[in-house]
């Protein structure tokens, strides 16, 4: 009996370190409003990068989860990066390039591809997102932190 009940554990424990692996691929990235005491238009729910951590020179997904009370006919989604506190990156995406307009009052998602070139220093970066309305009335602000790692032959980057 005994030599059964081990062989049933040592058949879970590759099972078990396989989900342990996968586990930071499945939690969503934690963001917080560029102003706590704001109230924005556009509430966001949560934010997901796929893969995580982002793999220098292969294709990342950053997905953003929200709601909005309003409709929202279009506008500009400007994102800022930053490496270690320095300010090293801007680009500007029309809303519409981003998700389908207009955009409804309800749930919705942002989603922004990107593939980022193979000389990109691995590390923990900051992006502040902010999504404004046709009038450049801010809908919303949010910042959250990632890390690039090496590549898929690469190790990984830990928490600083």
């Excluded at 307009?101 to 691995?122: E, M, R, W, Y």
């Amino acid at each position: 009996m005994d030599t059964v009940a081990a062989q049933f554990k040592l058949s879970l424990l590759p099972l078990l370190v396989i989900s342990l692996l996968s586990l930071p691929f499945l939690q969503a990235t934690d963001f917080k409003y560029c102003d706590d005491k704001g109230n924005y238009v556009v509430q966001v729910h949560g934010v997901d990068i796929s893969p995580n951590p982002v793999v220098r020179g292969e294709p990342a997904t950053f997905t953003i989860s929200a709601s909005t009370g309003q409709a929202i006919s279009g506008g500009k989604a400007v994102i800022d990066v930053s490496y270690f506190g320095i300010h090293i990156h801007q680009e500007s995406h029309e809303l519409c390039e981003e998700t389908s307009c207009p955009i409804a009052v309800g749930d919705f998602k942002l989603s922004h591809n990107q593939v980022l070139p193979g000389f990109t220093p691995p590390g923990s970066y900051t992006l502040k997102m902010k999504l404004s309305d046709g009038g450049n009335s801010q809908l919303t602000c949010i910042t959250f932190n990632f890390k690039i790692s090496l590549g898929a032959s690469g190790s990984l980057v830990s928490d600083s």
